[in-house]
Nanobody, 122 residues
Framework: QVQLVESGGGLVQAGGSLRLSCVSSGRFFATYALGWFRQGPGKEREFVVAINRSGSVTRYADSVKVRFTVSRDNAKNTVYLQMDSLKPEVTTVYYC???????????????WGQGTQVTVSS
C-alpha cells in the first residue's frame, strides 16, 4: 500500500509562487510514476502534470506548461510541484497520485493523497 501526503498549499497573491510537496511512506517510491491533479467543487479531476519513475520524462497540461515545474527526489520519497506566476483561476485542491507507469488520466491512478488547497488572491 502506498500512502501519499501532500503539503505546501496555502494562500498566495496573484503572481506569486508555491511549491507543493507529496511524500510517500512506501518503500517502493522509485517504482511509481506520479501525477498531480486538481479538482474544484462539482468538477472532474483535472490532469496537471505527470513524471515517470526516474524523473526523466514529464507530461504537462497545456494550461500549466510554462508556469509549473514537476520534479522528484527518490531518495526522499518526494515529488514536487513548483508553481510560479500564479493566477486566481488555479485556485482549487491539488492532489498527487501514483501508479506503475506514467499516465495523464485520473482513473488510471491507483493511489491518491488527501489533497492540499491552493488559493490565489487577486
Amino acid at each position: 500500500q502506498v500512502q501519499l501526503v501532500e503539503s505546501g498549499g496555502g494562500l498566495v497573491q496573484a503572481g506569486g509562487s508555491l511549491r507543493l510537496s507529496c511524500v510517500s511512506s512506501g518503500r517502493f517510491f522509485a517504482t511509481y510514476a506520479l501525477g498531480w491533479f486538481r479538482q474544484g467543487p462539482g468538477k472532474e479531476r483535472e490532469f496537471v502534470v505527470a513524471i515517470n519513475r526516474s524523473g526523466s520524462v514529464t507530461r504537462y497540461a497545456d494550461s500549466v506548461k510554462v508556469r509549473f515545474t514537476v520534479s522528484r527526489d527518490n531518495a526522499k520519497n518526494t515529488v514536487y510541484l513548483q508553481m510560479d506566476s500564479l493566477k486566481p483561476e488555479v485556485t482549487t485542491v491539488y492532489y498527487c497520485a501514483a501508479r506503475e507507469s506514467l499516465a495523464t488520466t485520473a482513473h488510471r491512478y491507483d493511489y491518491w493523497g488527501q489533497g492540499t488547497q491552493v488559493t490565489v488572491s487577486s
